[in-house]
DNA sequence: AAGGCGGGGCC
DNA sequence: GGCCCAGCCTT
């Protein structure tokens, strides 16, 4: 039984092709020198939604202070957060951690090599679950990803909407019967290293590709018009006042965020939502949420920071207290020389080089 | 099915 | 500015 799509599609053809050049082209990687099913695992859920050049450098210092299931067991949260910070999607720290404390204590440290109790860990979802199946394990599993989408849209010519997650299933379905038994993991691999170096989104290389041959969308030439994507909405502009509170002893005030949703269990200097609050109850709020007096100083300049779904505009007020102590066990007085030790957000590290050099 | 969830690099 | 990136989770 085998979808209409891949009828008059040369499979075998196909895979010599792919798994061929993938041999000969692929890049050298930090992720490639071993198949350790931690360092596999590692390596999937940094490049979630982030590209190679950004997650080497992570992948690195986060193995070097990692280098087993064990240590990232037994680390602090905090700990794996800070050498986290930058990456984005921070959830995907916090739950590759209760994952791989889960397969220590009930899988005896040993990554399981099947899909069910795999893809029952946190942050193990269809894609990753295939990805190590293949790659470590070698196994014939689809890891179907935003690069396994774009090459096989243009291959097999389908015009659908990628966006949706029954067109998704489709290609899962679609990989399974054309992925190598042989050598699953150069397979999926493959298509992948091929959707980032020439099959790319944009001005693909097809003079270069290695199935060209088996192009559906190149022999029609319509490559550049595929996949087919419907668009994400706009996001929302947020504006907050954003406050740098030091006290004579030159600390600085910050706060440890909800440990749910946006930024979760971050650090980050006081934010007033000032669509709620308004300009003239900066201080009192602050003293109603902190429980400290403040003197509003100097605006120090204004920033801008794009999530995937919201914005942030932050206006920067110095603001200085006589409070030496505070209760809030999410909030501390922290010398400037410490903050270095916290979890910071990106847009809260920029806002650090607006801090007056004392 | 749709929306929340980061950050950077490209055009 | 919009788009994309080796996606997953919650509702």
């Keep these: 039984m085998i979808d209409k799509t891949l009828q008059n599609f040369d499979i075998s053809k196909f895979q010599a092709n792919l798994i061929n050049w993938y041999h000969a082209n692929k890049r050298d990687l930090p992720w490639r020198k071993d198949q350790d099913p931690y360092k ?8 979630q939604q ?4 950004t997650v080497i450098p992570y992948f690195q210092r986060f193995i070097t202070k990692y280098p087993t299931l064990q240590d990232l067991a037994d680390a602090d949260q905090q700990d794996v957060l800070k050498t986290w910070e930058g990456l984005g999607y921070y959830s995907r720290a916090r739950n590759l951690q209760n994952a791989v404390r889960e397969v220590v204590s009930a899988y005896g440290s ?21 990805a190590i199946l293949s790659i470590a394990f070698n196994q014939p599993e689809p890891a179907v990803d935003g690069n396994v989408m774009r090459v096989l849209s243009r291959v097999l ?11 998704k299933k489709d290609f899962e379905r679609y990989t399974k019967n054309i992925i190598s038994d042989d050598d699953p993991s150069a397979f999926n691999q493959g298509i992948m290293e091929l959707g980032a170096l020439v099959c790319t989104p944009k001005s693909p290389m097809c003079m270069l590709c290695p199935v060209q041959e088996q192009c559906r969308a190149f022999e029609d030439g319509v490559e550049q018009k595929l996949p087919i994507k419907s668009k994400a909405k706009k996001q929302k502009t947020i504006p907050y006042v954003a406050l ?8 600085y ?10 930024l979760a269990n971050m650090w980050q200097f006081p934010m007033v939502p000032i669509d709620e609050i308004g300009m003239d109850h ?5 003293d109603m949420e902190y429980g400290i007096q403040v003197d509003l100083g100097n605006n120090l300049g204004k920033l801008k ?10 206006d920067i007020i110095e603001a200085t207290t006589e409070s030496e102590k505070v209760i809030d066990k999410r909030v501390k007085l922290v010398d400037k020389n410490r903050l270095a030790d916290y979890p910071f957000p990106v847009s809260h590290q920029k806002m650090m080089k607006y801090m007056r050099e004392e």
């Excluded at 099947?114 to 990753?128: E, F």
């Excluded at 900066?282 to 602050?286: A, D, L, R, T």
């Design 40 to 47: 596999v695992w590692v390596s999937e859920i940094m490049l």
């Design 50 to 53: 982030t590209k190679v050049d």
């Design 110 to 130: 040993k990554v399981p090599a099947n899909p069910k109790d795999l893809g029952a860990l946190k942050g193990v979802g269809p894609y990753t679950k295939g």
């Design 157 to 167: 010519k389908i015009e659908d909407d990628i966006a949706q997650p029954k067109v």
């Design 244 to 251: 740098l509170i030091r006290n004579e002893k030159n600390e």
């Design 253 to 262: 005030i910050i706060e440890k965020r909800s440990e749910t949703g946006l």
């Design 282 to 286: 900066i201080e009192n709020w602050v």
């Design 305 to 314: 920071h794009v999530f995937s779904h919201i914005i942030w505009q932050l």
